[in-house]
């Protein structure tokens, strides 16, 4: 079984060389297209009629356009040759006007009398007008062309449109310049109208909003909350700076602030004290005394009484100091001797707890104010953006306003100036002449056709090449498939000894009697077919009997003939062969050789042994064994399956070195898969320009299963081998050689693909 499969093409660099192989292939495409490109330019050559050019050339110098640029042109030796952008827009217009069907029509009705079939559409083909440019500077001077194919009537078309021309121009001068100046007192009307409207608007907005400036008064706001800001983060600052001492002080105290406060102010009453230090001496009476008596000695019930008198004083000072309220919540009735006993240190650390604390209240009330603040200025800035909107529309509307009626007030003055001197002036530079030819010219119209027939001709042949999805080289075949190449037959196998060469062509199967051994005699056909069996001994691991099945997708593409040229190049090597014709079907070995088919594969299969045997062969001084196909059978299938089969082939590889089977069609019948699970391996063979892609794709596919030793390209174009012997041809072997390969099949043959 083999793993291989059909490989996509591989991708490669397109060369020149790939490029040329195309072209060469696609010949008769190219060629074919080229011609028939060149003889409808040699048809257009000779069957166009020639053509006539006359023209004119005109100056038009507009003086209302080089008045206004005459700062521009002060520094140029050739006004005309420098135009400004005002002065070439008119042009550009008056070119635009000039190409109009109006004076067409104009120069026609000139010439209708000696041209009775003229019509405007007829000259405006022919007609060209367009500006005269030196480089890249367009000059004032237009030139005017018709071409046709009478010189005469080339000028008289050009010497009318001349006419037309200066005619205009002439008629057109005063009334272009009168309307000018009406047009511009019209807008200049209607500029004061705007500009007084648009100050009216300006001047009601500000009254309204009592602004001058939103845009500077928007701006004055914004650099005050600016300042509100910054004024807010140096709040903040200073609370957090604040908020931390006051959680140091707090930390050190271990007290909360309220505590604190009630301690510092006990710690600072003076009867405080002495009350408290009459308690703890009563306590420490009393301590003393329980030490020697019980509770129920009289001088403990009385040191109990004083101590009770003591307390109830002492609550009555905390009473005092702090209020019944905050006595009650802040100190309770146990531990009266722990409290308000606070050093020098701790009052001092309560007394800037206190000023910490007053701090931190001032600066959230100044922060809330700013917030305040800061909320409407915002309030103020979000009013400005409608007005500034307002403001900046109505101020640019003034400012157009004026600028357009300045404007309008310098156009005035120079058309007026104009109109006192004229407007344009046109002169003729260079008059009509008789049309001179300009056209075609054969040799140009045939070069052009042969350019572009060879650019048509290549994308014919490279599209053919596209389309096509046959296999035409070795090379290609070996791109298309995983399988290793074992080698090629060629297609023309030439003879010869002193460089001369001769073709014969191997594109039939059937052979005549005696098998042609004049073509396998041929060193170039001998050489590949050796060649090819020794790539078989390396990949099949040279075993000590070898049993191959020869197959191909399709019928015709050489499979007998590969067979027998293996077989006698095996049995050269001094092996003992044996071919097999393993179609059943359509047998063909037998015509051939001229060998009898009344006993052979069938025989064996359907009998047993001693039904049939091999018959021995001695061409081209070699022996080798061949079993026919036998009697045609109704169920080849059932035949190639049988238990019989596979014992036969086992006794047939002991008895020879070399098995080779020939098989019908892969994509014809199921055969070849039959027999080839019998044998050792197979190898397909595939002829050049014939079998397709997608038909070599199905074979492979349907070998995958088998152990495939490779492919054999038949039919290759390839430069045959200059170390091989050549032995020169004359016309006559030649013909009978050609006669090997076509001469017709026998009578049991079919020429059709299908089984």
């Known amino acids: ?264 102010r006990l710690s600072q009453s003076a009867r405080y004290q002495t009350l408290l230090n009459e308690l703890q001496q009563t306590e420490l009476a009393l301590a003393e005394r329980r030490v020697v008596f019980s509770d129920t000695d009289p001088s403990v019930q009385t040191l109990f009484a004083q101590r009770q008198n003591q307390i109830l004083l002492l609550r009555q000072e905390i009473e005092r100091v702090l209020g019944q309220s905050q006595a009650e919540a802040v100190l309770p009735p146990e531990g009266l001797l722990n409290v308000g006993q606070m050093s020098t240190v701790d009052l001092g650390l309560v007394r800037n707890l206190a000023e910490v604390q007053a701090n931190l209240a001032s600066l959230e009330a100044r922060y809330q104010s700013l917030v305040e603040t800061e909320q409407s200025l915002r309030e103020e800035l979000n009013y400005f953006p409608g007005l500034i909107a307002e403001y900046d529309r109505l101020q640019p509307e003034v400012d157009i306003d004026r600028s357009v009626l300045q404007k309008l007030l310098e156009e005035k003055e120079i058309v007026s100036a104009k109109l006192a001197r004229g407007g344009f002036n046109w002169q003729v530079v260079e008059s009509p002449q008789l049309g001179k030819k300009v056209g075609p010219s054969a040799v140009h119209t045939l070069m052009l056709g042969g350019v572009v027939g060879i650019f048509l001709g290549g994308i014919v042949a490279f599209i053919r090449e596209a389309i096509d999805n046959a296999v035409h080289s070795p090379e290609d075949l070996e791109k298309q498939t995983a399988l290793p190449l074992l080698g090629s037959l060629p297609s023309v196998p030439l003879i010869a000894t002193d460089g001369l060469s001769s073709p014969l062509r191997l594109n039939q199967t059937s052979l005549n009697a005696g098998f042609g051994l004049e073509l396998m005699q041929q060193p170039l056909f001998r050489e590949a077919l050796d060649l090819i069996y020794k790539n078989i001994q390396l990949l099949g691991g040279s075993p000590k009997s070898e049993s191959i099945t020869i197959t191909s997708a399709l019928p015709g593409e050489g499979k007998s003939t590969l067979i027998l040229g293996l077989a006698l190049s095996a049995a050269r090597q001094g092996r003992r062969v044996l071919v097999i014709d393993a179609d059943l079907r359509r047998p063909s070995l037998h015509e051939r050789l001229n060998l009898p088919n009344d006993r052979g594969l069938t025989s064996l299969l359907k009998h047993g042994p001693g039904a049939a045997k091999p018959i021995q062969l001695s061409l081209m001084d070699v022996k080798i064994n061949v079993l026919p196909a036998g009697l045609e059978s109704t169920d080849p299938v059932r035949l190639l399956a049988s238990q019989r089969m596979g014992r036969l082939m086992a006794a047939l590889k002991e008895a020879y070195d070399l098995v080779l089977l020939d098989t019908p069609p892969l994509l014809e019948v199921v055969d070849a898969l039959q027999v080839g699970t019998f044998c050792n391996s197979t190898i397909l063979i595939s002829r050049l320009e014939q079998v397709t892609q997608t038909e070599l794709r199905k074979a492979i596919t349907q070998l995958s299963r088998l152990k495939v030793l490779g492919i054999v390209a038949n039919g290759s174009k390839s430069k045959p081998m200059r170390y091989v012997g050549w032995i020169e041809q004359t016309p006559e072997e030649l013909n009978h050689m050609e006669s090997l390969n076509s001469e017709p099949a026998a009578p049991n043959a079919v020429s059709s693909r299908r089984y």
């Open 1 to 264: 079984m083999t793993e291989s499969t059909l490989s996509p093409i591989a991708e490669e660099d397109i060369g020149y060389g790939h490029l040329l192989k195309i072209l060469v292939r696609r010949g008769f495409w190219f060629i074919g297209t080229f011609g028939v490109t060149l003889a409808a330019s040699a048809f257009m050559a000779v069957n166009t009629k020639p053509a006539y050019e006359s023209s004119m050339q005109l100056l038009v110098e507009p003086n209302f356009d080089e008045e206004r640029n005459l700062p521009e042109l002060a520094g140029s030796a050739d006004p005309s040759r420098s135009t400004s952008r005002s002065s070439q827009t008119a042009l550009v217009t008056q070119l635009n006007l000039m190409r109009s069907h109006e004076f067409i029509q104009d120069a026609v009705n000139l010439l209708i009398s000696d041209y009775p079939g003229l019509t405007a559409e007829t000259v405006k083909h022919g007609f060209k007008l367009t500006q005269v440019s030196e480089g890249k500077v367009e000059t004032r001077i237009f030139k005017a062309v018709y071409v046709d194919t009478d010189p005469v009537k080339t000028q008289k078309v050009i010497e009318a449109l001349q006419e037309v021309y200066l005619d205009y121009n002439l008629d057109q001068q005063e009334q272009r310049l009168t309307r000018g100046l009406a047009f511009i007192n019209e807008q200049l009307k209607n500029a004061r109208q705007n500009l007084q409207v648009s100050q009216d608007a300006l001047e009601q907005f500000r009254e309204l909003q009592n602004l001058i400036d939103p845009n500077k008064q928007a701006e004055a706001v914004t650099n005050a909350l600016n300042r509100i800001m910054q004024e807010q983060q140096d709040v903040e600052a200073q609370y957090e700076d604040a908020e931390a001492l006051y959680a140091t002080l707090q930390e050190q105290l271990s007290l909360s602030p309220e505590i604190a406060l009630t301690e510092s």
